[in-house]
């Protein structure tokens, strides 16, 4: 695994600083709105000034606790979330002023409906289809959104005040872009693991302009060591793409561990990697329907038909110049481990390897996916 740099901030400590700032946000009286997915439109919120809490939990600490309420063959993603919210142990989630949950999978949909009893929790309906009628729904949702928060907040929400979000968390898209692009270079110039691991963190930071300015510095760093330090050498490590279901939760597991057993994690098809970041927001169009087109173009595995999540990921195999793919599936995710067959044929079909593990957030599996990872391996030949 290529060296973590020296002032390397772990995915937990990245949290916890976070829980200062969030209590700062609530001294000064300001908005906090607690969010678990990237269909949410973030700029929304910014245009009510309210910062994002990452909610989506990634622990399996507060799931005995969830199983009292919510059946145990359940995603360990809904069950840490929730659990977090029943034992009041999640400071992201205390100082929510309310919740904004979505539509996505079943789990999560009726999860809400029992989280709504501990904190707020307002659902917006995300259509499962990118047909032009579910645009015009989604649409819709999109400004019922907008009133939900002016009522909440006693305020007036300007087209104005959205246009400026819609260029600021451009901005922010493209720098973290910049950032995960540096996958493509090859020998890899750094660690999937930092990759995944700065990207959550910096979810923690409430500033836009200081979460651009970190990334965009780190960018700089590690694209000027590569030259120099990596630029032109021969590497027989693999380069695997990461696809699937969120992986915060099982990143030691699988990706601190596929590395340290000799392959670079470069590229990640998923909610913590470019998914939600390649298509910007038209700035051009009139703001709700640039918002609607944006949003529901997020290939995440609810949407039915999903086509474009395949051809998404034959072009990253290309950019990347990828040798393995590692499907991630958490614990009764049905539509990522449905979806997995038009994943597997996809890569497949390139020639190249293909490996899906279905994991939770325990332990208990780690020595069986090691040996998995390692036979995996054994197959890409270089
Ligand atoms: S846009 S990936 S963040 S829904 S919770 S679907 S793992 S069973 S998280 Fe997600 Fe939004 Fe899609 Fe991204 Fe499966 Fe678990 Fe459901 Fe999950």
């Known amino acids: 695994m290529i060296k973590l740099p020296e002032n390397f901030q772990t995915y937990a400590e990245a949290r916890k600083a976070g829980f200062l700032r969030m209590k700062e ?37 507060p799931i005995p606790a969830a199983e009292a309420h919510l059946p145990r ?43 709504n009893e501990i904190k707020e929790t307002y659902v917006m309906q995300l259509p499962h289809s990118k047909s032009e009628a579910a645009l015009q729904l989604w649409k819709e949702e999109i400004i019922r959104l907008k009133e939900k928060l002016e009522d909440f907040y006693g305020i007036t929400i300007t087209e104005e005040q ?42 923690f930071n409430f500033d836009m302009e200081e979460r651009c ?84 173009n997020i290939n995440c595995s609810v949407m039915s038909p999903n086509k474009s999540r395949m051809n998404y990921i034959e072009e990253m195999m290309e950019e990347y110049q990828i040798d393995g793919v590692i499907e991630i599936i958490l614990q009764a995710c049905h539509t990522y481990n449905i979806e997995s067959h038009y994943v597997k044929q996809t890569v497949v079909k390139k020639g190249k390897a293909y490996l899906m593990i279905e994991t939770d957030y325990s332990q208990a599996d780690k020595g069986q996916i090691s040996t998995r990872l390692e036979a995996f391996l054994e197959t890409i030949e270089k």
Do not use: H
């Open 162 to 203: 959205i246009k400026e979000a819609i260029r600021i968390k451009n901005q922010e898209r493209n720098a973290m872009l910049g950032f995960l692009e540096l996958g493509k270079l090859n020998p890899a110039p750094l660690s999937g693991y930092e990759l995944g691991t700065r990207l959550d963190g910096l979810g």
């Open 25 to 61: 946000i609530k001294d000064n009286g300001g908005r906090i709105v607690g969010i678990f997915c990237s269909f949410v439109p973030q700029e929304l919120l910014m245009a009510a000034g309210a910062a994002a809490a990452p909610l989506c939990a990634f622990s399996d600490e």
């Open 213 to 296: 300015r970190i990334i965009e510095e780190r960018t700089k760093e590690v694209y000027e060591d590569w030259k120099k330090n990596y630029q032109g050498k021969e590497t027989n490590r693999p380069r695997i793409l990461i696809t699937g279901c969120p992986n915060s939760g099982v990143r030691d597991k699988i990706i601190k561990a596929v590395e340290e057993m000799g392959a670079d994690v470069v590229a990640f098809d998923c909610c913590n990697g470019t998914r939600e970041k390649v298509e910007l927001v038209d700035e051009n169009m009139p703001v709700y329907d640039a918002l609607a087109k944006k949003y529901i």
């Open 73 to 115: 063959n359940l995603c360990p993603l809904i069950k840490a979330s929730y659990g977090f919210a029943l034992t009041d142990t999640c400071p992201y989630f205390y100082f929510s002023d309310f919740i904004v949950g979505e539509t996505t999978c079943d789990g999560k949909r009726k999860m809400f409906e029992l989280m």
